[in-house]
């Protein structure tokens, strides 16, 4: 099955400055690509995707990108701030018939003042 | 537009009980999918429903089952609790069923077994 590994899993930065988290996934067959972030107490929410057959995404202060032919991608988030602090997860799937998300372990992030 | 709702939020069971987990969807999503959340293993998929049919399910014991009404609503069982089974479980629905469909989670329910 689709194995996606997620690094760092924690990550530490000052506020401003940006936070990159990098995910792979073996399955070549995959081509959509959620990034979720949860905070304490909460369900994961969508923060950004991006399907396969688009190289980067951006939204405001958060981008994606993705390499097809190494099996991964990336999240950016610039400008840093204290609530950008939460676990961040990235995930895979592909289509068939039924929807399954194959998710990373997840990275703490921590934005200090 | 109202959101992932779960209902209970927080559960403490025995270890041999059975338990049922609720999930509304948001209107007019379609489908459903059931998560299990855990520190050691992440986050896991469960099953996932769609026109009251399952038309995916992740490897977990048979324990664990679901089901979808006509109205999208979602339930899952866990039969014979066990230890292990203490968890965050977390529904995500969305407008059909097919990989590239945005997938929104509600805020889980927190099962003890004890």
């Known amino acids: 099955g689709e194995n996606v590994e997620q690094h760092p899993s924690t990550l530490s930065v000052q506020e401003g400055d940006s936070a990159v988290i990098k995910c792979t996934y073996s399955?070549?067959?995959?081509?959509?690509f959620p990034w979720y972030k949860q905070e304490l107490g909460k369900g994961p929410q969508l923060i950004i995707d991006?399907?396969?057959?688009?190289g980067e995404k951006k939204d405001q202060r958060i981008a994606v990108t993705l390499n097809k032919t190494a099996k991964h991608f990336s999240l950016h988030i610039t400008e840093t701030q204290p609530e950008d602090s939460a676990v961040y997860f990235c995930?895979?799937?592909?289509?068939?018939?039924?929807?399954?998300?194959?998710f990373g372990k997840g990275t703490s992030l921590l934005v200090t003042p | 537009k109202a959101g992932v709702t779960q209902t209970p939020r927080y559960l403490i069971k025995t270890r041999g009980q059975q338990v049922t987990l609720s999930c509304s969807p948001i209107?007019?999503?379609?489908?459903v999918s059931w998560y299990q959340q855990t520190p050691g293993q992440g986050l896991q998929f469960l099953f996932e429903?769609?026109?009251?049919?399952?038309?995916n399910k992740g490897n977990f014991p048979g324990r664990f089952s679901g089901r979808q009404f006509s109205n999208s609503r979602s339930e899952m069982n866990v039969s014979t609790l066990e230890l292990g089974d203490s968890a965050l479980y977390l529904c995500?629905?969305?407008?059909?069923?097919?990989?590239?469909?945005?997938?929104?989670f509600g805020p889980g329910t927190r099962l003890t077994v004890t």
């Open positions: 995500a629905s969305s407008f059909s069923s097919g990989s590239g469909e945005e997938q929104y």
């Open positions: 399955d070549s067959a995959s081509n959509y």
């Open positions: 991006i399907r396969s057959n688009v």
């Open positions: 995930a895979a799937s592909k289509g068939n018939s039924g929807y399954a998300l194959n």
């Open positions: 209107s007019g999503h379609r489908s």
């Open positions: 429903y769609f026109s009251e049919t399952q038309r």
